[in-house]
């Protein structure tokens, strides 16, 4: 448990951040439209990466001693760029999100979306593959942070993707976008810090 629930944090906190891929499921959420098929996708997808970086990194950072702590401040760096982007969005606010009234899509034109907003994005690699895959490395019990981390994943898409609709009055507001990217921000942050002081 001591590798699970950091690993459960850290995996929550990186999915937390609104991107495309997120905006994608609360929209489905939202419009109650092939919600089971999107989310499964987007937490299965995350899962195999996970595995992956948690797998590759751990056996690499053996090999390579100096890896480990490259990634580490690789990892902290990014965070810290990460969170500044959602702290300027925070700052200028005209965010918001309101359901689209358009015709019903096709489950194979929906799959194909969800798949490529997955694995043509940059950062899931940079958030799953590098990111959870150094700092799992840091611990003795890689598979319970690799497992807190996948937990997170479908915890979160679960979440969002039947919860949208309950958030759709409230997402429609860019102030409550402002709070969300403040906090996405200040967390990001906090995360950075733990790995630089490491």
């Known amino acids: 448990m001591t590798a699970f629930f950091p690993g459960f944090a850290l995996g929550f ?3 937390l951040a609104i991107g495309a891929q997120n905006a994608f499921v609360l929209r489905q959420g939202v419009r109650r439209e092939h919600v089971l098929a999107v989310v499964l996708t987007c937490a299965v997808s995350d899962a195999v990466l ?3 970086g948690v797998a590759g990194m ?3 950072a053996q090999a390579l001693p100096w890896f480990a702590p490259l990634m580490r401040f690789g990892g902290a760096a ?3 760029w990460y969170g ?3 702290l300027r969005s925070a700052w200028r606010g005209g965010g918001e999100l309101t359901a689209a009234q358009a015709s019903r899509a096709s489950l194979p034109r929906t799959l194909a979306i969800v798949l490529a907003l997955t694995w043509l994005n940059p950062h899931v690699y940079l958030d799953t593959v590098v990111l959870i895959g150094s700092i799992a490395a840091q611990y003795d019990d890689r598979l319970a ?3 807190g981390a996948v937990t997170a994943s479908f915890t979160f898409f679960f979440a969002l993707g039947y919860g949208a609709r309950l958030l ?3 997402l429609a507001r860019p102030g409550a976008w402002r709070v969300l990217d403040a906090v996405i921000g200040l967390t990001m942050w906090a995360i950075a810090l733990r790995l ?3």
């Open 84 to 86: 500044l982007g959602n």
């Open 50 to 52: 996970i595995a992956a």
């Open 168 to 170: 759709a009055p409230l």
């Open 145 to 147: 942070f690799g497992l």
């Open 196 to 198: 630089i002081l490491l």
């Open 58 to 60: 751990g056996q690499l």
């Open 13 to 15: 906190s990186l999915i």
């Open 78 to 80: 990014f965070l810290i």
